[in-house]
C-alpha cells in the first residue's frame, strides 16, 4: 500500500550540539585571529552594517556560530558582506571585523 | 585618654585591618573569632584575582602585625549576641566596651540547594570553593579534562532561592579559574556560562580580555538550565546560546559551580539584639551609601567588609582603615 502522507515531518533539531561539532575550523580561525573570541556580542557591527540592515545577515551571529562549529550557510551568509569597513569603525573590542569576514570565506570556502 | 576598648567581632581581613588601624590610632581592640585561626575565608582562596598573588602574601602579614601589635585575640569564641557597650560570647563570657565593629563577613552559598546542577550528587561537579582548596592542595585531577564548564551566578541573582543580589566577585573569579585551568590544562575546552559579565575592578575587564584573547576560553551568554549524567561518567549540560538564539549541549568533563555569597544566618539574631537593619538582602544595612556606610543604625555599631555586601578584598581592607576612624571620630565626640 502506498504510504500516505499526512503532511507530517521530522524538524531538524536546532541545538547546538558541541559534542558533534567539529570545532577544528573554529579553532584554526581562532588560532589565526585570536581577537575574534573578544567578541562581546554587543551587536554594534550588525547595527551598522547596511547589509544587515537591508537582508537577513547578522554578522555577529554568524561568527558566533562559526566559533560553536556551526558552519553550514556561512559561507554563503558572509557573501553578503559589502567588504565597507563600517563594523570595523565601531567594534569595541577593536576585532578587525573585515578581516574576519575574509577569513571564515577563506577558511569555510571549501565546507 | 584612655584607651577606649572596641570589640571586633570577626577576625577576617575585614576585622584585623580594623583591629590594626585602631591600635594605630591608640585605641584598644580585642578581636573575636569564631575558628581556630584568624584570617577568614581568604586564608581558603590560592591565587587571587586579579594579580594571581598567593593569599598568604595578604593574610600572613595582617596576622604578623596583629600578633606584633600584641592586640588581643580570642580564637574559638562565637559572639551570640550583642549592643553597643557588650558582647555576649557562646561560653556565657560578656565583654564590655566603648564600641562594636561587626566584621563577621558572609555565608557562602549551599550549591546543593541548586539541584537541577548535582552538586553533592554527581563527584565531576565542584564549586568554586573546591576548586580553590583543591588548586592550593595540588589535588587537580591528573588526567587533563576534555572539557570543562563554570557557570556563574550560582546562588546570586536567582528568585528561586531567594538570592537577588549580585555576589560582585564571582565573575571576575570565573576568569581568573578558566585562566588557571587552562594553564593547568591547555588542551581542554573551557566554557563560561552566564548571564551577565561583571568586571567592576581594576585590571579586571582586562583579566577578561585576556582570558578569551589568549587562552581562548569561550563565553557563552546563557544560564545552563540542568545537568544529568551520562553512560561514561561525564556531565551534560544544556543551555541557550542566547547570542545565536539556539539551544546548546554539550558534555563536560567538569562542571564548576560559581557560588555567591549570602547573608550570614547570624545577621537576623545580631540585628534583633542590637535593634540594627538589615537590608532586603539579609546583608546589614549601612546608614547610607555613601559618607556613611560603615556606620549602622545605633550608634556605637559599626561595619567593615562583607557584611553589609559582597567585596573584594581590597574594597574590604579600604573599609577597615574608614571604619577605625569612623569609631575613633564616634568616641571622641562621646567623651566631648
Ligand atoms: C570563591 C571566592 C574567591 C574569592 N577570591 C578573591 C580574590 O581572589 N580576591 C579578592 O579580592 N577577593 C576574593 N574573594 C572575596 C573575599 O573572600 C572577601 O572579600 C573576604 O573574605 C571578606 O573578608 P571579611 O573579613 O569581610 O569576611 P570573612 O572572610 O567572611 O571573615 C569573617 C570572619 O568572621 C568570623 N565570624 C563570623 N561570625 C562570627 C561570630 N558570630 N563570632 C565570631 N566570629 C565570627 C568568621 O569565622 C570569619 O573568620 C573571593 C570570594 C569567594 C567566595
Ligand atoms: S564590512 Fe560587511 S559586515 Fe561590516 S558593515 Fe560592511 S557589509 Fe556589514
Ligand atoms: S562590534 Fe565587535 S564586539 Fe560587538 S558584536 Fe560585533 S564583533 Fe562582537
Ligand atoms: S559577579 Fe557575576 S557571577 Fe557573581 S552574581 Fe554577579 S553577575 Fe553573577
Redesign the interface.
Known amino acids: 500500500m502506498a504510504s500516505v502522507n499526512f503532511g507530517f515531518g521530522i524538524s531538524k533539531p ?6 558533534r561539532n567539529n ?1 577544528r575550523k573554529s ?1 584554526e580561525i ?1 588560532l589565526e585571529m ?2 575574534l ?2 567578541c ?2 554587543c551587536g554594534s557591527c550588525t547595527a551598522s552594517c547596511t547589509a544587515g540592515n537591508l537582508t537577513s545577515f547578522n554578522f ?2 554568524v561568527h ?2 562559526v ?2 562549529g ?1 558552519y553550514a550557510g556561512a559561507y554563503e551568509e558572509m557573501n553578503k558582506c559589502m567588504l565597507c569597513g563600517k563594523c570595523r569603525l565601531l567594534c569595541p ?1 577593536g576585532i578587525n571585523t573585515r578581516g574576519v569576514v575574509m577569513l571564515i570565506k577563506r577558511k569555510l570556502g571549501d565546507f | 585618654m584612655r584607651a577606649r576598648k572596641v570589640v571586633i567581632i570577626g577576625g577576617g581581613v575585614a576585622g584585623m585591618q580594623t583591629a590594626l588601624r585602631l591600635r594605630a590610632l591608640g585605641e584598644e581592640p580585642i578581636i573575636i573569632e569564631r575558628e581556630a585561626q584568624l584570617g577568614g575565608k581568604v586564608r581558603n582562596w590560592y591565587l587571587l584575582f586579579p594579580t594571581f598573588i598567593p593569599s598568604a602574601d595578604v593574610v600572613e602579614p595582617l596576622m604578623r602585625a596583629v600578633k606584633e601589635q600584641g592586640i588581643e585575640v580570642h580564637l574559638g569564641c562565637e559572639v551570640v549576641q550583642f549592643d553597643n557597650h557588650r558582647v555576649e560570647l557562646a561560653d556565657g563570657e560578656r565583654i564590655d566596651c566603648d564600641a562594636v565593629a561587626l566584621c563577621s563577613g558572609s555565608t557562602i552559598f549551599d550549591a546543593r540547594l541548586k539541584e537541577e546542577y548535582g552538586y553533592g550528587i554527581y563527584d565531576n561537579v565542584y564549586t568554586s570553593v573546591d576548586i580553590e582548596r583543591m588548586m592550593a592542595e595540588g589535588r587537580m585531577p591528573e588526567r587533563s579534562p576534555r572539557r570543562v564548564a563554570i557557570l556563574h551566578c550560582v546562588g546570586s541573582r536567582d528568585e528561586k532561592v531567594c538570592q537577588r543580589h549580585c555576589s560582585k566577585v564571582c565573575c571576575i573569579t570565573g576568569v581568573k579559574q578558566a585562566i588557571e585551568l587552562k594553564k593547568l590544562y591547555p588542551k581542554a575546552d573551557v566554557f563560561n556560562f552566564y548571564m551577565d559579565i561583571r568586571m567592576f575592578g581594576p585590571g579586571y575587564e582586562e583579566l577578561y580580555h585576556t582570558a578569551q584573547r589568549n587562552y581562548n576560553v569561550h563565553f557563552v551568554r546563557g544560564r545552563i538550565s540542568e545537568a544529568s549524567p551520562l553512560m561514561d561518567g561525564c556531565i551534560q549540560i544544556k543551555a541557550e546560546d542566547t547570542l545565536t538564539g539556539r539551544p546548546l549541549r554539550m558534555s563536560v568533563d567538569m562542571l564548576i559551580l560559581l557560588v555567591g555569597m549570602r547573608a550570614n544566618d547570624d545577621n537576623v539574631r545580631f540585628a534583633e539584639s542590637a535593634g540594627l537593619r538589615l537590608a532586603d538582602s539579609g546583608f546589614m544595612r549601612a546608614a547610607d551609601l555613601f559618607a556613611g556606610n560603615v556606620r549602622s543604625s545605633r550608634e556605637g555599631i559599626f561595619y567593615a567588609g562583607t557584611i553589609t555586601a559582597p567585596k573584594s578584598i581590597g574594597e574590604v581592607l579600604n573599609e577597615g582603615v574608614v571604619v577605625a576612624d569612623s569609631i575613633v571620630d564616634y568616641l571622641n565626640k562621646q567623651e566631648g
Open positions: 536546532r541545538v547546538i550540539d558541541i559534542d570545532l579553532d581562532l585570536p581577537e573570541q573578544t562581546i556580542g555577529r551571529k558566533a556560530l566559533r560553536r556551526e573590542r
